[in-house]
């Protein structure tokens, strides 16, 4: 017996950004997904500068970026979808390097602190991901400009453990949509501090 498409589930695609937020804290899954409760991210800081970056990051002269990096052409502001893995993003910018890879550069509002912080490693492997699904080309590395590091650029090498995580987090942040789940809240309470939905976490 067969199944018309009519009957089978709809796909489910989730952000690039749902995945950070499942990394800040799990509930924001359940309270953004499930109970349909938005976050009003618009009233955080660091959002609101974040914007700023992206819409100023045009007006930077970035052509450095290309011999540093030895980028032989580039794609700005790049949004891709994957049904192969159920995630979809915008990409500030997908750079193809002479030596035939391809890699995502994203611009962070942020200071380089000498180390790479999980959420900017998973980001740019599920961007290469998207990359390397939607162009067919190899992605083992990313990079992330750290603008208040003077656009800093540091290289996030990737591996397959990195990407395979990277898989192991969409499917988590899945389950608790399809699933409906109240998840555990995250173990570092210095972050309710700043959470919308602080007020009606128990």
Sequence with gaps: MTVSESELEPEVFITVSDVMEYLFCPRFIYYMHCLGIPQHEEKRYKVLKGRELHEAREKVNKSYIRKKLQCVRKDVSVYLVSRKYHVKGEVDEVLFLADGTAAPLDYKFAEFKDTVFRTHRYQS????????????????????????????????????????????????????????FYPEATKYKVRCVDCTYRNICV
């Excluded at 990079?143 to 995580?165: G, M």
């Design 125 to 180: 492997a599920l961007y290469g991901l998207l990359i390397s699904d939607n162009y067919g080309v190899e992605v083992n590395r990313g990079f992330v400009c750290y603008t208040r590091s003077n656009h800093l650029v540091n290289e996030v090498k990737l591996n397959y453990k990195d990407f395979a995580r990277a898989i192991a987090l969409v499917n988590e942040v899945l389950e608790i949509i399809q699933k409906g």
